[in-house]
């Protein structure tokens, strides 16, 4: 069993910046792909940005590559968001996402993760 708890969310300005946090609990960490996904009010849920196992490779969407960065630590069992140049656009609830596995590749399917946090709001004023 894994559990997933988000924090860091808030209000920023546009052009602010904001780092989430998502600890994660239970032994298998360091072989899980990690990502967040997001939903903004409305719409549905879609990936923002993913990072596989070890670390070596990370996947982001069109809309926030550039100004978004994932990265993870694995002693602290954390994965963490940064991130920069906000935008209304980017008011969402922010969800954090596991998938259990040894995988090189990062999945952007929402179907394709085994566990989600409660998700943590994020709100951009313009």
């Known amino acids: 069993q894994v559990q997933l708890v988000e924090s860091g969310g808030g209000l920023v300005q546009t052009g602010g910046s904001l780092r989430v946090s998502c600890a994660a609990s239970?032994?298998?960490?360091?072989?899980?792909?990690m990502a967040w996904f997001r939903q903004p009010p409305g719409k549905e849920r879609e990936f923002v940005a993913g990072i596989n196992w070890s670390g070596g490779r990370t996947e982001y969407a069109h809309s926030v590559k550039g100004r978004f960065t994932i990265s993870r630590d694995d002693a602290k069992n954390m994965v963490y968001l940064q991130m920069n140049s906000l935008k209304p656009e980017d008011t969402a609830v922010y969800y954090c996402a596991a998938r259990l596995g040894f995988d090189d590749a990062v999945q952007a399917a929402r179907y394709r993760y085994d566990y989600w946090g409660q998700g943590t709001q994020v709100t951009v004023s313009s």
């Open positions: 239970g032994r298998t960490f360091s072989s899980q792909t």
